[in-house]
């Protein structure tokens, strides 16, 4: 979804769109595979939350706020995020408001298709049109293809095939007991973890003779551990694919 976000905005003329990720399950986990793929050449412009703490991480005021150019999100949420903008103002039966649902976008696609809804009322489709000008316009074909060889170029095939939560697993897993150490006073905390992931990745510390303990900050998911292990507690849980390489200690 990001990309075709990112190709859309290019062929409406935005030469380096700003991205940003809707905090949703997953989030910190696309980040990571995103981040992997700006690494591997294919450049990616994260935008900035417009929060005191900033990140690519957007929360709900970002989406209102026009933080970025391109927001990703899960499908679904996306689509749910459309139709109410569109027609908040209505009650909900007729969409007043925005240019449809975009274009379709994949690897190959030849033809510019938008979609509308049933409910999407005159002005939405007249803006659709617009849209659908602009991107034609724009030669949102030719970007299609140039963007999907630069992002395979990057390694895109064996990032998303990464994306399976097996894939996500340790070794941790697959042992029966993992003793705790013993307990520490623990003010370092480290956030950019999934809350799916939170537990595993204190187990994970765990195995190697860190104690931690997972919360909740005002960021979302944190692992604390001690300030003295702070360091090596997030070179450990990069090193498992827990959080993005630069680390996120806070």
């Known amino acids: 979804n990001a990309i075709y976000g990112i190709i859309t905005a290019k062929a409406m003329g935005i030469k380096k769109p700003s991205v940003g990720i809707l905090n949703v399950d997953g989030a910190r986990?696309?980040?990571?595979?995103?981040?992997?793929l700006n690494e591997n050449g294919y450049e990616i412009n994260f935008g900035e939350s417009t929060r005191s703490d900033g990140g690519c991480i957007m929360r709900g005021n970002d989406l209102l706020k026009g933080a970025v150019d391109v927001m990703v999100t899960d499908t679904l949420t996306g689509n749910i995020m459309m139709k109410i903008f569109s027609s908040y103002t209505t009650g909900g039966s007729y969409e007043a408001l925005g240019y449809g649902y975009g274009p379709g976008i994949g690897e190959g696609y030849d033809r510019t298709i938008l979609i509308l809804s049933r409910a999407s009322g005159a002005p939405v489709v007249a803006n659709a049109l617009k849209y659908?000008?602009?991107?034609?316009?724009?030669?949102?074909k030719e970007i299609i293809k140039e963007e999907y060889e630069k992002a395979k170029k990057a390694k895109l095939d064996e990032i998303l095939s990464g994306l399976t939560k097996e894939s996500k697993k340790t070794a941790v897993e697959e042992e029966k007991e993992i003793k705790q150490p013993p307990k520490e006073v623990?003010?370092?905390?480290?956030?950019?973890i999934d809350i799916m992931d939170l537990e595993e990745a204190?187990?994970?510390?765990?195995?190697e003779g860190i104690y931690a303990e997972s919360g909740m900050g005002c960021t979302g998911p944190i692992v604390l551990v001690n300030e003295e292990k702070l360091d090596r507690a997030v070179s450990v849980l990069a090193k498992e694919g827990f959080i993005a390489k630069e680390g996120n200690a806070c």
């Open 132 to 140: 659908a000008a602009r991107l034609a316009e724009g030669n949102l």
């Open 186 to 192: 623990v003010t370092g905390s480290i956030s950019g």
């Open 202 to 207: 204190v187990k994970v510390l765990w195995k």
């Open 29 to 36: 986990q696309v980040e990571r595979a995103l981040k992997q």
